[in-house]
């Protein structure tokens, strides 16, 4: 399966690493590049099973340009695992919520690296990759304690991480936006934390110029019109806390 092209004007380019991590008992999980003149972001880079062919792709994407940044929209091993390899292999800097700097280093961190894990704080940030400016969007417990998605304004992509997650269909592209439903609700409805943080996220992102959503995990939505039903469906969905209270009985013995 080939790399998905999202954006490209020649000079800006958003390519989708869509053919790792399928199969077998791991979730499946999308790599994202943003690479803007001669500079290159990774998003999510993944865990150890993946990392030699997504490295190696990732150096095809980039051609002459250079891996600049490592982003980690949170902590889990799907997205930090093989964190130390890319570190020790490129140049990049990787950034990750403030909250997760002290837990990264369990995945098998080397000192001579340790310098160039960042923090992202609460309220977010903006990279600058080459002049094209990324924000860093506060999207915490969404799933993560400590969560960020990017917005590229060029490309006008939000990058939404677990968020928009879907599993178990057999299109990378949401054409029908209700019979996708199936496939990202039961996700959303356990991971996400709450319909008050989904209704605070959706109130953030309907002021941006969105075009596509694209997830680490499953298919992505492309028009603004798709764009809006999702942030719709977010906003009116009971999740996470809203009804988690039924789990909690004892087990019977």
């Known amino acids: 399966m080939p790399n ?51 490295l190696t792709e ?20 799907d997205i930090v695992a093989a964190v130390n390899g890319w570190l020790m292999t490129t140049d990049a800097d990787a950034y990750i919520s403030k909250l997760w700097m002290r837990f990264v280093p369990h995945f098998g961190f080397d000192h001579l690296v340790a310098d160039r894990l960042k923090p992202i704080p609460d309220e977010g940030m903006v990279f600058d990759l080459e002049g094209a400016r990324l924000l860093v969007l506060p999207a915490h417990f969404l799933h993560s304690e400590g969560n960020f998605q990017i917005y590229d304004p060029i490309a006008k992509i939000l990058y939404s991480g677990d968020l928009d997650a879907s599993l178990g269909m057999n299109y990378i592209c949401v054409s029908d936006f209700d019979a996708h439903i199936p496939y990202m609700e039961g996700f959303h409805r356990r991971y996400m934390a709450s319909n ?47 009804l988690i209270e039924p789990l909690f009985k004892i087990p019977a013995a």
């Not at 001669?38 to 865990?47: A, E, H, T, Y």
């Not at 798709?226 to 719709?232: A, P, S």
């Open 58 to 77: 990732t150096f095809s994407v980039l051609g002459k340009a250079k891996l600049r940044y490592i982003f980690l929209s949170h902590q889990d091993p």
């Open 196 to 242: 008050k943080v989904m209704k605070a996220w959706a109130n953030m992102v309907r002021g941006l110029d969105i075009e596509t959503i694209v997830p680490q995990h499953g298919a992505y939505f492309k028009g603004k019109k798709m764009v809006q039903r999702f942030i719709d469906w977010c906003a009116d969905l009971e999740c996470g806390v809203d």
């Open 4 to 54: 998905t092209v999202l954006y490209d004007d020649g000079n800006h380019r958003n390519v989708l690493l869509e053919d790792f991590g399928l199969g077998g008992l791991a979730v499946q999980a999308n790599q994202h590049m943003i690479v803007h003149g001669g500079s290159g972001m990774i998003l999510d880079p993944g865990g150890h099973k993946v990392y030699s062919k997504v």
